[in-house]
């Protein structure tokens, strides 16, 4: 018997051999289809991690930026701190953490309204501050200060319930508190 009577000889060996070669074809494409979509993945994380070395460089050097003022906000001259954060924020307008400084050097000088409305720009400009996987997280320092203007907005609006800037500062309040639990506007 020759190899083409064998072929032929049985056509149940016959369909059991095409189907062999079938699934051998369709593992083949499989695998050549695994490794297309693999390859973006890896360049994906290649690029996370670039992500994450632009965060680290930008958080060493906004460190090195906002020194005099954090030094300034440490020692309680916070005239001296918004007047030297005054200048910065003039050479770099499209720094966030501007406005984080902003916020907290008002925060602790009792200008309730203000802060808030600086913590929102800072949040809209920079939605990191809010991520809790993002290395720019600040929320945790954002949501105390956002409680204890709370309670004194709350004996705040008590005392005058028809003040606008009572009024905004409450809505101001309430966007950041929708932000940091995490919904949208």
Request: with cysteine.
């Amino acid at each position: 018997m020759n190899f083409a009577q064998t072929l032929t000889s049985d056509p149940l060996d016959l369909l059991t051999k095409a189907a062999l070669g079938l699934l051998a074809v369709i593992m083949l494409v499989m695998l050549v289809q695994h490794q297309l979509t693999a390859s973006p993945n890896a360049a994906n994380m290649s690029g996370v991690a670039a992500e994450l070395r632009r965060i680290e460089e930008r958080l060493a050097q906004d460190k090195v930026l906002y020194q005099e003022v954090a030094a300034l906000a440490e020692q309680r001259q916070h005239s001296a701190a918004m007047d030297k954060l005054k200048l910065i924020q003039a050479a770099q307008p499209d720094n966030p953490r501007s406005f984080l400084w902003q916020a907290q050097l008002q925060y602790d000088n009792g200008d309730l309204a203000d802060a808030l409305a600086s913590y929102r720009q800072a949040i809209d400009r920079e939605p990191g501050y809010i991520d809790r996987k993002s290395p720019l997280f600040v929320g945790k320092d954002i949501k105390k200060n956002m409680l204890e203007a709370k309670d004194k907005l709350q004996r705040e609006v008590t005392l005058k319930p028809n003040d606008p800037d009572i009024k905004r500062a409450l809505n101001e309040l309430l966007y950041v508190q929708r932000r940091l639990a995490g919904g949208c506007e």
